[in-house]
């Protein structure tokens, strides 16, 4: 018998920052709050994974009638016991800043947010090359 094999092409419609800072969660999103002028809040885990491998990320979430932005603590939470990156190809971000539809202008939004005292740094993250784009699927 001829097994067929289902393969489904995503599509990717958004963009990745990637931010260094020394900032936890609630006093980075507050501070983007402020100087960006969104609205972020805190939003259930993300859960990634199956069984006993899965893993939760707290993110925060501001959602418009035009664009989505969320905002993804890029380790593991502590309650985990087996400790993951959200994106491990780039473990050296703390949060992982993910912008969706026309409303942003993510060129734009990059140099405010190197304009945030705590932000150290503030990178475009390549989706061609990104293996774990899957867990940015909702």
Not at 112 to 134: R, Y
Request: charge should be neutral.
């Amino acid at each position: 018998m001829k097994k067929k094999k289902l393969e489904i092409d995503y599509s990717y419609d958004f963009k990745l920052l990637g931010i260094a800072t020394v900032a936890k969660g609630y006093r980075l999103a507050w501070e983007l709050n402020s100087f960006l002028n969104c609205h972020l809040k805190k939003a259930d885990d993300l859960l990634v994974g199956g069984g006993e491998l899965t893993t939760s990320y707290s993110y925060f979430v501001d959602e418009t009638s035009f664009n989505v932005l969320r905002l993804f603590k890029n380790r593991s939470n502590e309650s985990d016991q087996i400790k993951y990156f959200l994106v491990p190809e780039h473990s050296h971000f703390d949060f992982i800043m993910m912008i969706q539809g026309e409303g942003l202008d993510s060129k734009r939004l990059q140099k405010e947010l190197k304009t945030i005292p705590s932000i150290e740094l503030v990178a475009f993250i390549p989706l061609d090359s990104l293996k774990s784009k899957d867990h940015f699927i909702f």
